[in-house]
């Protein structure tokens, strides 16, 4: 396995300035994509000029954001001003859905500060009234933290809501059912639950245990970036609330794991990021992933042929 990852690249000052040149967008500009598929802007998820030139006479019927709820990654604003900035891009989000639409958002919750922003956002949603909500989704990640003093660290919250009356497909795990039981008479028959099932698998309901972290010895690992999620959550939001052709927005795409999981799914996908650099990877992965089949570059990175091999890399070149 290669050996030559990238530091976190929202933080490496140095070699962000030598990144930026082989960006090819800067603020308020939109990456065509010459399949004609999906559309990435470097845009301000707040900005209704950036986002009009993302989506321009699109209408999404599904939208996955993940926006940054590290407050400290976020130059320490209080909560108040942190929810008052999700309500903007939340709401410019729903302009820009069908009005039989899904909307998802991904957020943390604090546990040390009153799992801030988690409750402030649920009624910031409620007053807007521009969505229902409709399940509450917990994601268990493997790793996690404060292991001795306190139950271990180990959730990523989901919100899920909609508008109208969306499309939704259960979806299945890889885990077989079972347990028997759930008798049931049909016909005047007595039928047991396996047999009455759509499917051998369990359904992941709103808790999922199923979904392995992303971490550096996976192929569809992306150096550089900080808060990739994976791919089976993204395909499963997006089986469970689109349908083929359809488009799905994501206003902070970073490594781009909604625009791979729209690319293999057939849907459009419609994302933006803020950092050019977070933009020109989402757009070096598509073309990778078209180009090797690949969904990411394990420990290896998306700027392997613009920065100089590692030191990893040229011993391995001298044996
Ligand atoms: C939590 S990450 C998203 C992770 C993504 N779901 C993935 O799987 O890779 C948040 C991203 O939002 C971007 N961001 C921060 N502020 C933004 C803004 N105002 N508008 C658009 N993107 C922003 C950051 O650059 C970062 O890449």
Redesign the pocket.
């Known amino acids: 396995m290669k050996n030559n990852p990238l530091p976190r690249l929202?933080e490496d000052q140095a070699l962000r300035e030598r990144l930026l040149p082989h960006c090819r967008l800067s603020l308020g500009e939109v990456w065509e994509d010459p399949l004609g598929q999906h559309r990435v802007a470097c845009?301000?998820?707040?900005n209704l000029s950036h986002i009009k030139n993302l989506v321009r006479d699109d209408r999404a019927s599904l939208a996955i954001h993940?926006?940054?709820?590290n407050l400290v990654a976020f130059n320490l604003r209080d909560v108040d001003a942190f929810i008052e900035w999700c309500a903007d891009w939340v709401q410019l989000s729903e302009r820009f859905m069908v009005h039989n639409a899904s909307f998802y958002v991904?957020l943390g919750a604090d546990q040390n500060q009153h799992f801030q922003p988690l409750p402030q956002f649920m009624m910031m949603m409620q007053q807007l009234e521009l969505f229902e909500s409709r399940s509450f989704i917990t994601m268990r990640n493997q790793r996690g933290y404060g292991t001795q003093k306190n139950w271990m660290a180990v959730r990523q919250e989901l919100l899920y809501y909609t508008k109208g009356n969306p499309f939704f497909e259960v979806q299945y795990t890889d885990i077989p059912k079972i347990l028997r039981g759930y008798y049931k008479k049909i016909n005047g028959r007595k039928t047991e639950n396996l047999e009455r099932g759509r499917s051998e698998n369990i359904r992941p309901g709103n808790v999922w245990v199923d979904i392995q972290q992303v971490f550096y010895r996976m192929e569809e690992n992306v150096s550089g970036?900080y808060?990739?999620?994976p791919l089976k959550s993204?395909e499963r939001i997006i089986s469970a609330s689109s349908q083929p052709g359809d488009c799905v927005l994501?206003?902070?795409?970073?490594?781009?794991?909604?625009l791979i999981s729209c690319e293999q799914l057939g849907r459009r996908c419609l994302t933006?990021?803020?950092?050019p650099i977070?933009c020109e990877i989402s757009i070096r992965r598509l073309e990778h992933f078209r180009n090797s089949g690949k969904v990411g570059w394990q420990n290896g990175h998306p700027f392997e042929d613009v920065l100089e091999p590692s030191l990893d890399e040229q011993l391995m070149a001298d044996e």
């Open positions: 929202d845009a301000d998820a707040t993940d926006p940054p709820y991904w970036c808060a990739q999620k993204s994501d206003f902070f795409s970073h490594s781009g794991s909604t933006a990021d803020l950092d977070y």
